[in-house]
């Protein structure tokens, strides 16, 4: 079965810094990788998915995520932060003709002005 | 813009008592999931289904059933309402299966029972 782990509980940075959000996922295949954000007191939102192909995905408001098969990884990178990311970043995986996303555990991000 | 709305979106309801929680989309999907969110735990796939009338389990089904009366509508349903049901729940909507299509999400529901 796969799954996705998200190191960071919370991750703060100051805004107009760089910024890199790490997902590992376990699975022995090619997976999709997804990242979604949850604005708070919202529901999720796709900022980026990766299908096979270019290991580096663009997605919304700036953000970008590069998948290496050899580390098992879908790092979530953004170059200057903005106050307005301030929310909760999910990772998650599905597979090929499987029905479900599997949710990593989320990473809060904290933005000081 | 997909669009995926839920009801109610707070709900405070007493050990033992029925709920129901309803989700309505306008996406043309034919798949909807119910998700439960809790702090550490990411989300939860409770129940999925693919057509109307039908439902299927997902990770952690029990304690809830799921129903499925047309394409725009699912419901999930705690027919005996537990402390550990305590939680936000989100309804979410994809047109395909394949495994790399986009789920839309709801805005949640939070649930508190006491």
């Known amino acids: 079965a796969q799954s996705v782990t998200q190191p960071d509980a919370r991750v703060t940075v100051s805004e107009g810094a760089s910024l890199q959000l790490r997902c590992k996922y376990s699975y022995f295949g090619t997976p999709y990788l997804f990242w979604y954000v949850q604005y708070p007191r919202q529901g999720l939102q796709l900022l980026l998915k990766?299908?096979?192909?270019?290991?580096v995905v663009q997605g919304v408001n700036g953000f970008e995520a590069e998948f290496s098969k050899s580390n098992s990884s879908f790092h979530l990178r953004k170059a200057s932060v903005h106050w307005s990311d301030w929310a909760v970043y999910f990772c998650a995986v599905s597979i090929h003709m499987g029905y479900k996303l599997t949710f990593g555990t989320g990473t809060s991000l904290l933005v000081d002005p | 813009e997909a669009a995926v709305t839920q009801s109610p979106r707070s709900k405070v309801a007493v050990t033992g008592g029925k709920v129901t929680l309803s989700c309505h989309q306008t996406n043309n999907h034919d798949y909807m999931y119910w998700y439960r969110q809790d702090t550490g735990h990411g989300l939860r796939l409770i129940h999925y289904?693919?057509?109307?009338?039908?439902?299927e389990k997902g990770d952690i089904p029990d304690g809830y059933k799921a129903s499925r009366p047309s394409q725009e509508n699912f419901s999930l349903i705690l027919e005996l309402a537990s402390l550990s049901q305590t939680a936000v729940y989100f309804c979410a909507s994809s047109d395909e299966w394949w495994g790399k299509d986009t789920q839309y999400f709801g805005p949640g529901t939070r649930l508190l029972v006491l």
């Open positions: 990766y299908y096979p192909g270019d290991p």
């Open positions: 289904s693919y057509v109307a009338d039908s439902t």
